[in-house]
């Protein structure tokens, strides 16, 4: 049945909602997008809600089994609530059933359906939900393999034809270090031209170091035990590498629109498991054992999650890796950790988060040959760079320079989800995406479903 706990609901044009507890302010509001929200499971949906935003009706109507995952959302939710410091004021209406999907698409409750939960489900979801006229914005990854990526396409063929907008969250595009990288790759004068590279040496390397068990808004985060599953979550190789194929492209070749089947050559790939105790799988799940969907990956007493990929490919002839890393739990006061290089003929734009960056996001300036006058163009070049990103600097170091970033500008991870929300409510009002956006997401999931296909394949 309907869940008459209602919590009131600032705007969101993206997230997955949950009825927590009744609040004083139940009025409704008016607003042009309506959110219907599928099957939360993944904690990405209780972060986009942590902002408020406009032409969101604050009334959502939420579709999911009932379970530890609805409860960890509402949780979530609940505290962004009855915060002190900007709280949310979300109006939910929870339909809880094993039919939840069917009786989402018949009730059509809202124009925009948003997908963040388990991945096995969620391209079949995708189009349906783009079949029945719905606006779609999907956590990635949104295929997992070869055949997630073919009902992809026919769900995009699908939108076209529906004149709907399917799309995906693609977060790390929002991260200062990233944008101010892209921004400086296309300055000739500080970049140059971007190499070709080769398979040994790529032009474009990507490589993210994630972890099993961590916080989320200052609370350990409690994983769903289906996470652990490979067959349910995807393999690292098709997840994560999602955010990092989107960079290379979204950097390499901005708002150009990319062909899988001209463009993209694939070259070795590689897969392997993180090694979890049942103590730790207990301790990330709060679960007591091992379920019996996982038994199957369980050697010796030891889960082995296949959470660790290396794609190795052309794009446009230029040769780029994107690596991803799963450990357990990051060392005391570190985090999850990303690493970017974009080589130029000019100088490599290197973006470093370790130790010596106090684990911090830290992007440089590193010239190659010896130009005399480089400095003087960098220089020049970078106050172009200034009038976009105020109060950006450049400190000089060894090998060249550091982009010093006002803390303004380091609003965080979680913070991101609300500016890829804006942008996607902007594209609502345009009425389409731009024009590079859905062949360069074929593309992406191209590259990571096959990757992980030839990854199997060459084991």
Known sequence: MRNKSIMAVSAIGMVMLYACSPTKNEETSEKPIKLVVVDPGHFHAALVQKSTFEDVDSVVHVYASDGPDVNAYLSGIKRYNSREENPTNWNEQVYKGDDFFQKAIAEKAGNLVILAGNNQKKTDFIKQSVDAGFNVLADKPMAINTEGFELLKQAFASAKEKNVLLYDIMTERYE????????LAQSAPIFGELQKGTPKDPAVVKESVHHFY???SGQPLVR???FYDVEQQGEGIVDVTTHLVDMIQWAAFPETVIDYEKDVVLGEMKR???KLTLDQFKASTKAESFPDFLTKDVIDGVLNVYANGEINYTLKDVHAKAVVIWN????EGTGDTHYSIMKGSKANLVIRQGKE???KPVLYIEPVGSDAGYEAGLIEAFKAIQGKYEGIELKKIAKGWEVVIPQKYDTGH??????VAQKYMSFLKDGKLPDWEVPNMLTKYYITTQALRKAKEQK
């Open 176 to 183: 200062i270090t990233n944008a101010l990288q892209r921004e």
């Open 214 to 216: 961590k916080y989320v």
């Open 224 to 226: 769903p035990q289906w």
């Open 272 to 274: 392997y498991p993180t």
């Open 328 to 331: 357990y739990q990051a060392p």
């Open 357 to 359: 960056q106090n684990f």
């Open 414 to 419: 979680e913070a991101h989800f609300a500016q």
